[in-house]
């Protein structure tokens, strides 16, 4: 007999109507209605999980007719993302990234990124786990700017003057192929190089933080980005994406994660059955490969 071992999981981060899902999935799950819409505002995209099969997939027809695009998921495919390696060091060209943080260096190209994601974050004490930075004073971190933009600097001493005004930090999740390499960056305790052409316009002088996203942007044409990006890369506010906590992001980041994966294997599934039926995919059909 089939377990409770199904999970269900939105598939977008369009704006959700937390009491009307919080209503569907309370009366499934036998919960009290708060403590069901308490869940969803800090899962976001895991609706429920410990489910029976065809109580999960009935739970996504329901929602479906709500517009929600929802997948059902084994429990275990909703495991958290991977532990991130803190990064101090970014470097972006036309050719891709390099990151370094302690005894890590390592170097992408930009179809070797999987998934780009950041949140304002509330880190505790006002201060990220640095993984390995000095507790000293760290030396500035100058920054290169694109088309003879001037350079900023970033030290610690400046950042932790600001946070003890804004407790909320800006962190930035980088995912990579083919091994599933997962990097975090922290406001303020990095130091970034912007090599080549970005996507700023000629002569708008603009934050670190917002060239970086735009680059990213501009340049990882094969990566997925977390809904906050596009909107750093435009100057817009993080409001919505502010989490209280830096766990809390993480859950956000792995969902995110989880999303990327399922439709690429849905994508992968979809071009083998289009090449056994046809002896090429559908990308090779419309470059008029095979003939």
């Known amino acids: 007999m089939e377990g409770r071992d199904y999970a269900l999981i939105r598939l977008d ?4 109507n937390i009491s009307d899902v919080a209503r569907i999935v309370a009366g499934v799950e036998g919960r009290p209605l708060a403590d069901v819409s308490m869940r969803l505002k800090g899962g976001r995209g895991v609706l429920a999980k410990d489910l029976e099969r065809d109580v999960a997939e009935g739970m996504a027809k329901v929602l479906a007719v709500r517009g929600i695009r929802c997948a059902v998921v084994s429990n275990d495919v909703i495991a958290v993302a991977p532990k991130p390696k803190r990064c101090t060091q970014l470097t972006l060209s036309a050719k ?4 370094k943080g302690g005894k890590l260096e390592e170097s992408f190209g930009w179809d070797g990124i999987e998934l780009v994601n950041c ?3 509330r880190l505790l004490d006002n201060q990220p786990d640095r993984g390995g930075i ?15 933009l001037p350079a900023i600097a970033v030290g610690r001493r400046q950042y932790v003057k600001t946070v003890s005004k804004d407790p909320y930090s800006l962190v ?11 990097y ?13 052409k970005g996507g700023e316009k000629s002569g708008e002088l603009m934050s670190r933080d ?13 990566a997925s980005f977390g809904a906050a990006l596009p909107l750093l890369a435009e100057g817009k506010s993080l409001y919505k994406y502010t989490f209280t906590s830096e766990p809390a992001y993480h859950r956000y980041t792995s969902w995110l994660l989880q999303i990327e994966r399922f439709k690429k294997e ?19 059909e419309a470059r008029g490969e095979g003939e």
């Not at 981060?13 to 959700?16: T, Y």
């Not at 030396?139 to 290169?144: E, Y």
């Not at 849905?266 to 090779?284: H, I, K, M, V």
């Open 96 to 99: 891709g990234l390099a990151l």
């Open 210 to 222: 917002r060239r970086l996203a735009q680059t990213f942007v501009a340049n990882a044409r094969r």
């Open 266 to 284: 849905n994508r992968d599934g979809s071009a083998e059955d289009a090449e056994d039926d046809n002896g090429l995919t559908e990308n090779q």
């Open 184 to 196: 975090r960056l922290y406001e303020g305790l990095f130091k970034a190089s912007l090599k080549g």
């Open 119 to 121: 949140g304002r974050v």
């Open 13 to 16: 981060e369009r704006k959700l």
């Open 172 to 182: 930035i999740d980088i995912f990579t192929y083919p091994k599933g390499g997962h």
């Open 134 to 148: 000095p507790s000293g004073s760290m030396p500035s971190a100058p920054i290169v700017g694109f088309s003879g």
